[in-house]
Nanobody, 115 residues
Framework: QVQLVESGGGLVQAGGSLRLSCAASGSIFSIDNMGWYRQAPGKQRELVAGINRYGSTAYVDFVKGRFTISRDNAKNTVYLQLNSLQPEDTAVYYC?????????WGQGTQITVSS
């Protein structure tokens, strides 16, 4: 089992920045990659960014150049730096961890961007 604890959401004005953290514990040796999804009201959950155990990253087009994903292996933590936030980035952001047997999810953290 893997447990994921997220932190760092909140309310920010358009153009502002936030940093999300996702700390993993438990059977972390089983994790292949981690990252973030988000879900806006009335919309499906969508992938934002991912990072594998080797540090290779991937981003969805609408966040390229604005968001940066990184990881600290010593702390078993993945970060998402969100810059130039826009109202359309308002959503609940979920951390995920992929293992061969299943995907684990964090509890979600709300980001609200005011115009």
């Amino acid at each position: 089992q893997v447990q994921l604890v997220e932190s760092g959401g909140g309310l920010v004005q358009a153009g502002g920045s936030l940093r999300l953290s996702c700390a993993a514990s438990g059977s972390i040796f089983s994790i292949d990659n981690m990252g973030w999804y988000r879900q806006a009201p009335g919309k499906q959950r969508e992938l934002v960014a991912g990072i594998n155990r080797y540090g290779s990253t991937a981003y969805v087009d609408f966040v390229k150049g604005r968001f940066t994903i990184s990881r600290d292996n010593a702390k078993n933590t993945v970060y998402l730096q969100l810059n130039s936030l826009q109202p359309e980035d308002t959503a609940v952001y979920y951390c995920y961890a992929n293992a061969p047997s299943r995907t684990y999810w964090g509890q979600g953290t709300q980001i609200t961007v005011s115009s």
